[in-house]
């Protein structure tokens, strides 16, 4: 058995007497013992005083000012202490806040603020009633208004007796939440302004990232799904900034009720946390995702409906369990973020620095207001944060999609330049569709235009004396000098024949437009055949018939293979009037309709080839010959010889053979050259055999 000595036990005793002694005078305050915060030695030019510590706090009783305290005992309580934080009270009911300030000698134009407070509370100052919250009662009463942080005017006196009388039936703390602060009116006024710009900018910053976010998803559709979530979070962070901290929306609309404004405040919590966790978990999938996700949200629906149908003195009291479930989530996307940074994920890093000071300052402001410790919200400093590394990434999500888009419209131009090789922008435009995409199978419009037909004479014997390479190599060099002419006047290529072009022209100049083709072709031609008369390569002759009539324009095949094309007559025909070119030895032919539409014809060099029967025909078709651009020499004879070659061709059409044979060979002393004309002698002759 251990003894102890006697002089230890007493030893032992007196001390726990000490402790006991001590707990108890600074839990009450006896009548020859008041609150007194001593500010004589404050420097109020550039700082403020906080005015917590130990206040008197007469329970249950609303004592007026100019009351007898010295006969009243008081108990001691720590501001911002809630009177329920230790049990001794409870959370709903009424008592009387009392200290003594003394200022420093001379202090004038100071103030006194007040922070917003569910409590309700009448404020005296030496003995006058300076501000009230609210109607302070000894039961619940509706608090039909309430009121921002307030300055108030301190009267010019050195020692200030400050009384509250505060009741709370509405909130879960009771008491004087927030200790008042006292310095100079310019002082309080610039730091209320200041908080009022933070609040302000916060509000900015969010709600600007927010509608930046939603309007990247709405660009980038459902691969940027989770864009959306962080962009609807921010949006209620923004919400929540001016409900808070200087609460800037009863600055906006004064006369909100308090059971509106107090349930915005709690919705804004219960829909944040589900947002910010869709967000991640679309940002960072995962087969666990949902053990947390299903819960988080039936719960945060459970808890907007309590807040939404209920008063806040009710759904308020099972705040903590919503918080419980806030710092579950916050732990399970800490756990997450950093499993993906160690995959190396830059994104998840990025998040995860953010999210650590997001984190931080959400788990003070947690404990702040269950008044486990004493400090401030930071949560608005730390969500700033966060959010401006979001805008940064944003920003590089923002710059990477516009690469991809700029690379994704590199290809698609391209592609597109690629498909018009193959299908005419025209062919597009004539059949109304943007792209080549928007094609169907059977469209199709009609419309007049001028066919153009374009063949190289005489290309078997050419081409016999080619490999199969140097075909090619001729083909192309060749089109690369004739083709640009066609689109030049206005024409497209509607498709390439071999050794042959099958061209289109719409408009109601298309006549003309084709016809100026055909000279300026002619002309290049000549250019092209005397560099190759150089390396001792045949020339080069073509023949081009051109018609204008009515075309059906569209697409024809099947499926899986369409092609575009026209169907008309007029095609048909205008092959056939190609086809002349060869047998009656002119470069240009015209028909008659294309002939009545040029626009000057004055200035083409035109002659009469005659009516003549072609296949598929029953009637003769008027053929006429394109001449601009033949040598000077036959031009010159063409001209001479004109108005005698058209007498002998119509002779000839009106079947008096023998006028017209006479002056035919009239036109053939004069023009010996002239194919047409040796053509038609011949076939007299042969006639006359």
Not at 660 to 683: G, M
């Amino acid at each position: 058995m251990i003894r102890l000595p006697m002089g230890r036990i007493s030893i032992m005793i007196l001390l726990m007497i000490l402790l006991l002694n001590q707990f108890l005078i600074s839990q009450t305050i006896g009548p020859d013992k008041f609150s007194e915060l001593n500010l004589l030695n404050e420097d109020f030019s550039d700082h403020s005083a906080v005015l917590s510590g130990d206040w008197e706090l007469y329970w249950n009783e609303f004592l007026p000012p100019g009351s007898d305290f010295t006969k009243i005992d008081a108990e001691s309580i720590r501001v911002p202490d809630p009177w329920n934080k230790d049990k001794n009270h409870p959370a709903n009911g009424f008592g009387t806040y009392r200290t003594r300030v003394k200022l420093p000698e001379g202090s004038r134009d100071m103030g006194i603020t007040m922070d917003y407070t569910l409590n309700h509370y009448r404020l005296y100052i030496n003995d006058k009633l300076i501000h009230q919250n609210g109607e302070p009662n000894t039961g619940w009463k509706r608090n039909t208004t309430i009121q921002r942080p307030v300055i108030l005017p301190l009267p010019d006196e050195n020692e200030l007796e400050i009384i509250l009388h505060i009741s709370n039936f509405d909130d879960l703390y009771g008491g004087l939440l927030e200790p008042p602060v006292i310095a100079s009116l310019e002082q309080l006024n610039l730091k209320m302004d200041r908080n009022q710009m933070m609040d302000s900018f916060l509000f900015g910053l969010f709600l600007v990232i927010g509608i930046l976010y939603i309007l990247f998803y709405t660009s980038e559709g459902k691969a940027t799904q989770s864009s959306l979530f962080f962009g609807l979070f921010t949006l209620t962070m923004a919400l929540r900034t001016l409900l808070y901290n200087q609460h800037m929306l009863l600055l906006l609309l004064p006369e909100l009720p308090v059971e509106v404004e107090t349930t915005l405040g709690h919705l804004t919590f219960y829909l944040a946390i589900p947002f910010f966790l869709r967000f991640i978990c679309l940002e960072f999938p995962s087969k666990y995702n949902r053990l947390i996700e299903f819960p988080t949200y039936s719960i945060s629906t459970i808890f907007c409906l309590l807040a939404i149908v209920t008063r806040h003195h009710f759904y308020i009291r099972f705040l903590g369990i919503y918080q419980i479930l806030s710092l579950i989530v916050a732990i399970s996307v800490f756990v997450l973020l950093i499993k993906r940074s160690y995959e190396k994920n830059s994104i998840a890093r990025i998040l995860l620095l953010g999210f650590i000071m997001l984190l931080g300052t959400s788990v003070n402001d947690i404990l702040y207001a269950q008044k486990i410790i004493d400090t401030f919200h930071m949560a608005p400093l730390g969500l700033g944060l966060y959010i401006q590394g979001q805008a940064i990434l944003l920003s590089w999500k923002i710059g990477k999609s516009f690469k991809a888009s700029k690379d994704l419209a590199l290809v698609l131009e391209f592609t597109n330049t690629s498909f018009r090789r193959f299908v005419p922008v025209e062919f597009l435009k004539y059949l109304n569709k943007n792209s080549i995409t928007d094609v169907e199978l059977g469209d199709h419009v009609q419309m007049e235009m001028t066919i153009f037909f374009l063949d190289i004479r005489d290309f078997t014997s050419l081409s016999e004396k080619m490999t199969p390479r140097e075909n090619f190599l001729f083909l192309n060099s060749y089109y690369e000098r004739v083709c640009p002419v066609i689109r030049k006047h206005q024409g497209f290529i509607d498709k390439y024949m071999g050794d042959g072009i099958m061209a289109l022209f719409a408009g109601p100049d298309s006549a003309e437009n084709a016809a100026l083709a055909a000279i300026e072709m002619k002309r290049i031609l000549g250019l092209y055949n005397f560099h190759r008369s150089k390396t001792d390569y045949d020339p080069v002759r073509v023949g081009i018939g051109i018609h204008t009539g009515s075309l059906m324009m569209g697409t024809i095949g099947e499926n899986k293979r369409m092609d575009g094309t026209v169907i008309s007559d007029a095609v048909n025909l205008c092959s056939r009037i190609e086809s002349l070119t060869k047998e009656y030895g002119i470069d240009v032919a015209l028909s008659e309709e294309t002939y009545g539409k040029l626009k000057n014809k004055t200035e083409k060099q035109v002659r009469f080839i005659g009516r003549i029967k072609v296949k598929g025909k029953e009637t003769p078709v008027c053929i006429y010959e394109l001449f601009n651009g033949d040598p000077k020499d036959i031009t010159e004879l063409k001209l001479n010889t004109k108005e005698e070659f058209e007498k002998a061709v119509r002779l000839r059409d009106d079947n008096h053979f023998e006028e017209a044979l006479q002056v035919f060979e009239k036109v053939h002393t004069v023009f010996p050259q002239d194919r047409t004309t040796q053509i038609y002698l011949s076939r007299f002759r042969k006639s006359d055999s």
